[in-house]
C-alpha cells in the first residue's frame, strides 16, 4: 500500500483511541483451545467498522455502537498485566475491518508480535484474519499465532450477499482460507477454524453442513463453529426471530458426523433440507437404515462401531478392547458402557438381541 494512503489511514484511528486504560478485565471468559480449556482475554482491536453486516452489532451504520481503538502497546500491556496475575492464559483478538483489511491485520499482527518479543510471551493467541489480505500478511499472522480463524459466515456466496453485501465466499474468503490452509502445512501444532451463522439468511442445515464437509476434506479446517442468530437492536434484522438452540446443538452433533464419525453430509437425516430437533441425528439416521441393524458387535470393525447410536470413539475403543479379552456374550459383559440401553437397541451379542425397539419393530 502506497505509504501516504497508508498514513492518512492510520490518522483516523486517533480519533477512536481510548483515552484512559481499557478495563479488559471484563472481556474474559473460558474457551476451548487447543491447549484445553481456559480463560481467555476475548477483546478487539477497534469496533470501528467499515463493514455493513446486516446482522452485526459493530455494523458501520449502527450509531449506538460505541467505536474505539486501542493502540497493540496499551493493549499487549494490558493483557501482560492479567497474565501476570494469573487471570488469564491466552488471548483471543480480533477487530472490525478499519477502512482496508491491511491495515487491520497490520495492528493484529504489530499486538502479538509486541506480545512475543518484548514480553518473551509463549502462551496462547488466536489471531481472527481480516478478509482480503496478502499471502504475505496471512503467513506473518499463522507464524506468531497458535490458533487463526476468518470466518464464512454464510454456507455459500448467494447466502453471504443477503446478509454482507461487502463481503465475497469466492472472491475473498475462501481463497484466503486455502492460502492459510497450505501455510499450515509447514506446522504441526497450529489450528485453523471458522465460524457460520445460522439463522440469519434462510440458510438450510443441508446448505450448511456441505459447506462444512467441503471446509473439512479440501480446506483442511480443524474446526467449525455453529452461532445462532440472535437479533441486535439498531440493525435490519433487529425484528428478525432469533434462531433455537437446539438447531445450534444438532448442527454440532451432526459435524461430529462428519468430523470423527465418516459421514458425509449426504448421508445426513435431512428433512426438507433441516436436521430433526427432536433427536440426535445419528439416532435418526440409523432409524432410517434399519436395514443396516442390528449390529454383531463381536464382529463390527471400529468403522462399523462408531456409526452406532450411543458409540462414541472411546466407547468403540473400548468394546474392541474387551472382545480381545474374550467373546461379549451377554450385556453384563458391557458392564460400565456409556449409553448401554441405547446401544443395545442396535446390536447383537452371540447372534442374540437384548435391545428393546424404541418405535420400530425388529425381527
Not at 453486516?53 to 493483557?79: E, M, V
Not at 497474565?83 to 483471543?92: A, D
Not at 472490525?96 to 497490520?106: A, L, N, R
Amino acid at each position: 500500500m502506497d505509504p501516504q494512503k497508508k498514513l492518512r489511514l492510520l490518522s483516523k484511528l486517533a480519533r477512536f483511541e481510548c483515552e484512559r486504560e481499557p478495563d479488559l478485565g471484563r472481556c474474559i471468559y473460558n474457551a476451548s483451545t487447543p491447549r484445553g480449556r481456559k480463560p481467555i482475554l476475548k477483546t478487539m482491536l477497534s469496533t470501528y467498522c467499515d463493514k455493513n453486516c446486516d446482522y452485526c452489532i459493530f455494523r458501520r451504520d449502527r450509531d449506538s455502537t460505541p467505536r474505539l481503538f486501542i493502540k497493540p502497546d496499551t493493549l499487549a500491556r494490558g493483557f501482560m498485566e492479567l497474565y501476570r496475575r494469573g487471570k488469564v492464559q491466552g488471548l483471543f483478538l480480533s477487530s472490525g475491518v478499519f477502512v482496508h483489511p491491511e491495515v487491520t491485520m497490520e495492528k493484529l499482527i504489530e499486538t502479538a508480535d509486541i506480545l512475543r518479543k518484548r514480553y518473551e510471551y509463549k502462551g496462547y493467541i488466536h489471531l481472527k484474519l481480516m478478509p482480503g489480505v496478502s499471502l504475505q500478511t496471512l503467513e506473518e499472522a499463522v507464524k506468531l499465532a497458535d490458533r487463526v480463524s476468518m470466518n464464512i459466515e454464510a454456507p455459500n456466496e448467494e447466502r453471504l450477499k443477503k446478509i454482507a453485501k461487502g463481503k465475497s465466499l469466492r472472491k475473498e474468503i475462501i481463497p484466503n482460507i486455502t492460502q492459510v490452509s497450505k501455510i499450515l502445512e509447514n506446522y504441526e501444532r497450529k489450528s485453523h477454524i471458522t465460524q457460520v451463522m445460522v439463522g440469519v439468511s434462510d440458510e438450510s442445515d443441508e446448505e450448511i453442513l456441505k459447506s462444512s464437509e467441503y471446509l473439512y476434506r479440501k480446506l483442511k479446517l480443524n474446526r467449525v463453529y455453529y452461532s445462532a442468530f440472535y437479533p441486535v437492536k439498531g440493525t435490519p434484522l433487529e425484528n428478525k426471530p432469533p434462531e433455537s438452540k437446539m438447531r445450534e446443538h444438532r448442527l454440532y452433533q451432526a459435524d461430529f458426523l462428519i468430523r470423527d464419525y465418516g459421514f458425509s453430509w449426504e448421508e445426513l437425516p435431512f428433512e426438507k433440507g433441516k436436521l430433526p430437533e427432536d433427536r440426535d441425528p445419528k439416532e435418526a439416521w440409523a432409524e432410517r437404515n434399519l436395514h443396516l441393524f442390528p449390529v454383531e458387535i463381536n464382529r463390527a470393525d471400529y468403522e462399523l462401531l462408531v456409526r452406532v447410536p450411543g458409540v462414541g470413539k472411546e466407547t468403540a475403543k473400548e468394546i474392541i478392547s474387551r472382545r480381545l479379552r474374550g467373546a461379549l456374550k451377554s450385556p453384563e459383559d458391557l458392564r460400565g458402557i456409556r449409553n448401554l440401553r441405547k446401544i443395545l437397541r442396535y446390536v447383537t451379542l452371540m447372534g442374540r438381541y437384548y435391545g428393546c425397539p424404541s418405535s420400530t419393530n425388529r425381527t
